[in-house]
């Protein structure tokens, strides 16, 4: 046998299972899961029983989740989850068609898909619906905002990423060098230079509806991104606390899009295990030295997290 990563060797890694899952409309849905090895322990991927879930939902939207070895899903699986990723429409990679299908649907059948992909993972026994956090970064962040704004019953907690909380805003600051983009933008997302596509715009952000939100939230930001700016978090997190609904805001000063430094990641990770863990009982490595060396600021909600709180009162 041939091993392309000889350090992984031996490790209690789980193995990856692929599925097409039906969408409430027959489109297929090309996804991905991970379960852990107390509900998989010989890695057939039936659930001999269910295990709270972690639905991860790729960036983009038009890029899409592949099969294969993948980090998040072998963390959160080690940690007690069950994993989905799912390409929704509008993920590339599958044809023009599909990915056609996302023009105009982000919140609406885009949004369905993942949906229809949680109840599937309830019906095959994954899961129970009442123990599924959604999260992901970029497109997955929207998704996530969605979730908690737009279908606020069906999940347990969120992660959000860097998403964008208001589409309008989103689309007035894209940047010079993606100006030939934006013609794509008002097809697919919402064109902010007419009457109606504004009126899309701003009832598919889920700013809109940030009232609704009756889940736990956790949102990591870096202060640098020029795709989604601070301000999309700035102003979620903002009307959350004006209505007096907890959030947890993690602000990085020295990131963009995405955490690029392993430092911001790992401790990034240590505050979503210890999400997660208060909010669906996974397990939770104590955070020891994952906060050396990086630059995180807990802008609100450090005391919705005890273990993280003590971990930054011993750093000092």
Request: aromatic share 8%; net charge negative; charged share 20%.
């Amino acid at each position: 046998m041939v091993r392309h990563a000889s350090a992984l060797a031996g490790l209690p890694l789980q193995p990856m299972h692929d599925v097409v899952i039906p969408a409430r409309d027959g489109l297929e849905l090309v996804s991905y899961y991970t379960l852990p090895r107390a509900a998989d322990p010989d890695g057939d991927g039936r659930a001999t029983q269910a295990s709270p879930m972690v639905l991860l939902v790729h960036g983009g939207p038009w890029a899409r989740d592949t099969y294969g070895l993948n980090g998040t899903h072998q963390w959160l699986a080690n940690r007690g989850y069950a994993v989905l990723s799912v390409n929704f429409r509008g993920s590339t990679g599958f044809g023009k068609a599909f990915t056609n299908a996302g023009d105009l649907q982000w919140g609406r059948a885009m949004h369905d898909d993942l949906i229809d992909a949680v109840e599937w993972a309830v019906a095959q026994g994954i899961t129970e619906s009442d123990k599924v956090a959604i999260m992901g970064g970029s497109y997955g962040g929207y998704a996530t905002l969605a979730g908690l704004t737009m279908t606020p019953d069906v999940f347990a907690c969120g992660v959000d990423i860097v998403g964008p909380s208001n589409l309008v805003t989103l689309l007035e600051s894209i940047p010079p060098y993606w100006a030939p983009m934006k013609a794509m933008f008002a097809s697919r997302v919402g064109d902010l230079d007419t009457e109606e596509g504004r009126a899309l715009l701003i009832e598919r952000s889920p700013l809109t509806h940030v009232e609704n939100i009756q889940r736990p939230l956790l949102i990591g930001q870096g202060a640098n991104d020029p795709r989604v700016k601070q301000a999309e978090s700035d102003q979620i997190v903002t009307a959350m606390q004006e209505r007096e609904i907890p959030v947890t805001y993690v602000l990085y000063p020295d990131e963009g899009h995405g955490f690029a430094r392993p430092q911001n990641r790992l401790s990034f990770n240590a505050v979503t295990e210890a999400f997660l863990g208060e909010c669906l009982g996974g397990r939770v490595q104590p955070v020891g030295s994952d906060f050396d060396g990086a630059t995180l600021q807990i802008e609100a909600g450090l005391d919705e997290l005890p273990a993280i709180k003590e971990a930054l009162d011993a750093r000092g």
